[in-house]
C-alpha cells in the first residue's frame, strides 16, 4: 500500500479549490488525479480534518479473546490437531483457518507439535547423534 499525500498538499489544494478554482484545474495545477482533489473536498467536509486515516489492519487477531479459553483447552487435551482446534472454534462462532491457530499458538508460545515416534523418526534421531 502505497503513502498518503502529505498534509501541506492536501491543505493546499483545498484551499485552491476554495479560492474559486473548479476540481480539474486543480488536479492540472498540483499534478495530482481529479478523483483525489475530490475525495479532498468530500474529507474536509465531512470530518473537518485533511489527515490520513490509518493504514493496514488493527493489531491482534480474531483469536485473541479467545485465548483463555484455546490455552485451557490445550492444557485439558494437548492431543489436539490444529484441525480439531478449528472445528471447535467454529462450534463457538469463530471462522478461522488452520494456519491462524497454528500462528496464534506460536504467538501464545503453545507448541501443537507431536513428538515423532515412527520408524523413521528413530532413524533421524540416530543420525543426529552420530
Known amino acids: 500500500m502505497g503513502k498518503p499525500h502529505p498534509i501541506e498538499l492536501r491543505v493546499r489544494v483545498v484551499a485552491f479549490v476554495k479560492d474559486g478554482n473548479s476540481h480539474r484545474e486543480a488536479s492540472r495545477h498540483f499534478r495530482v488525479s481529479?478523483?483525489?482533489?475530490?475525495?479532498?473536498?468530500?474529507l474536509e467536509r465531512s470530518s473537518g480534518s485533511l489527515m490520513p486515516p490509518k493504514q493496514g489492519h488493527p493489531p491482534g487477531s480474531k483469536l485473541t479473546a479467545h485465548s483463555a479459553w484455546i490455552a485451557e483447552r490445550l492444557a485439558q487435551n494437548g492431543d489436539l490437531t490444529l484441525d480439531e482446534l478449528c472445528v471447535e472454534l467454529a462450534e463457538r462462532g469463530v471462522m478461522v483457518h488452520r494456519a491462524t491457530v497454528g500462528r496464534f499458538l506460536h504467538q501464545?508460545?503453545?507448541?501443537?507439535?507431536?513428538?515423532?515416534?515412527?520408524?523413521?523418526a528413530a532413524t533421524a534421531r540416530n543420525r543426529q547423534s552420530t
Open 34 to 42: 481529479p478523483r483525489f482533489v475530490n475525495n479532498m473536498i468530500i
Open 108 to 120: 501464545l508460545g503453545l507448541s501443537n507439535k507431536k513428538k515423532p515416534h515412527g520408524p523413521r
